[in-house]
């Protein structure tokens, strides 16, 4: 308990509770009970009693004006319609981030305004509380959709209540979870992504066609997403210092182009990687300009090369006897940070390769493989094993049983 002043002067009745003063630091504390009916305890950072008296008519004030529904005009929501307030927020997006994720969130916002139509009532930002996120949330189950749909549809939203919280449309995310709670999420455990293995890749170099194997040497070699690759340019490539350079530009037929992160990054070409690049060079005759995997040129360049190169990637799935579902793009980005960890690379030069500055997302990719947990497996030992002799089980069981025998019977005849 706080040591409290017992100086008639030093209590002090104020607006909605009582002011005391400490009686070491001298400093008044403000007892009053919350909205909740709990009294609390605040220092008003005072050590003159007309201070403390201030800040308690301010601090009883406040509660009052909150009771009442009287909020200040800075704290003032404009409580936009929801159909408004997304429309608004879907403009935001455009201009802002990619779009691919304005073509995602455009889709969640279809979503939820098909599900206002059949519920009249609720119109504007405000009214959107958890039991109404609960039944959106049942209704995109009850949709057909998936539990990871609906998490991903949750999460768009929580955006953009956040962007409504920013804008003063709307005063707390209905969409957010705590420890204890409702709770909205399913959270459901995501497949086990799969990495290549050694064996794996070597096959699908094999019988893959010989220019669908340049691509996919390329991505094992490099981390680099199929989009990435697609968009890839022999300026992008630095002949002299020896560099791959993944970077926003206007590429050679006239778009604008950036990586998924914004990030501009580099790569080291050396080995294997060094190999394919003077091979894909000598193939150029001397012409190196436009994309280093040419093909349709135009807006829908980066779709098509990604279809294309996953269907070719799919034929390999009986020669390489590899489950056609494992056989993804992607998973050669798996493959390449798996490699780096299997060779001793230090996480920082993973993190700047592939572009990503959380340590987490970089061990979101890697996982560790069967042959490699084995061989770290054979590489362990407990210490120095030669200190201690192979004896049978029995015989060093009774050896302990007979320490414990001759420490019960000193004890027993000490007492």
């Not at 455990?189 to 996919?216: C, G, N, W």
């Not at 190999?275 to 150029?284: H, I, T, W």
């Not at 030669?386 to 015989?395: F, G, I, T, V």
Request: include cysteine; charge should be positive; charged fraction near 30%.
């Amino acid at each position: 308990m706080p040591s409290w002043s017992k100086n008639p002067r030093d209590r002090h009745p104020v607006g909605r509770g009582v002011l005391r003063k400490h009686i070491k630091g001298r400093a008044w504390y403000f007892h009053f009970k919350d909205e909740h009916g709990e009294w609390r305890s605040v220092s008003t950072g005072h050590r003159d009693k007309a201070g403390a008296v201030e800040f308690a008519t301010a601090k009883s004030l406040e509660m009052t004006r909150r009771e009442h529904g009287i909020v200040p005009d800075d704290a003032k929501i404009t409580n936009d319609t929801i159909v408004s307030a997304s429309d608004e927020w879907l403009g935001y997006v455009k201009k802002s981030l990619k779009p691919d994720t304005h073509k995602t969130y455009r889709s969640v916002i279809g979503n939820l305004q098909k599900f206002f139509n059949e519920r009249t009532r609720v119109r504007r930002l405000e009214q959107f509380d958890k039991t109404v996120a609960m039944a959106f949330r049942d209704w995109l189950i009850d949709g057909d959709r998936t539990k990871k749909t609906a998490d991903n549809n949750l999460i768009a939203l929580r955006a953009f209540f956040n962007w409504c919280i920013e804008l003063g449309k709307m005063r707390s995310n209905p969409i957010r979870e705590r420890k204890t709670g409702i709770r909205l999420f399913f959270n459901d455990d995501s497949k086990r992504r799969h990495a290549y293995t050694a064996d794996e890749y070597d096959a699908i170099v094999r019988h893959a066609q010989p220019d669908m194997t340049l691509r996919f040497r390329f991505l094992a070699n490099t981390g680099l997403r199929i989009g990435e690759l697609a968009a890839l340019e022999w300026a992008d490539v630095d002949l002299q210092g020896w560099w791959v350079h993944v970077r926003a530009k206007t590429t050679c037929d006239g778009f604008e182009w950036s990586p998924k992160d914004r990030t501009d990054r580099r790569i080291p070409i050396e080995g294997d990687l060094r190999e394919l690049v003077v091979n894909l060079k000598a193939a150029a005759n001397g012409l190196l300009a436009g994309y280093v995997f040419p093909g349709q040129e135009g807006q829908n360049r980066i779709k098509n090369f990604a279809r294309t190169t996953l269907n070719r990637l799919k034929d390999v799935s009986e020669p390489a006897g590899i489950d056609e579902a494992d056989l993804l793009l992607h998973n050669f980005r798996h493959y390449f940070v798996s490699q780096c960890a299997d060779c001793g690379i230090d996480m920082a030069c993973v993190m700047e390769w592939v572009g990503h500055d959380d340590l987490a997302m970089v061990l979101h990719y890697y996982r560790l493989r069967d042959e490699h947990a084995r061989a770290a497996m054979r590489r362990f030992t407990t210490g120095n094993s030669d200190r201690h002799e192979a004896r049978p089980l029995r015989q060093a069981v009774g050896h302990k049983l007979g320490q414990r025998f001759v420490s019960s019977t000193w004890r027993s005849n000490r007492s």
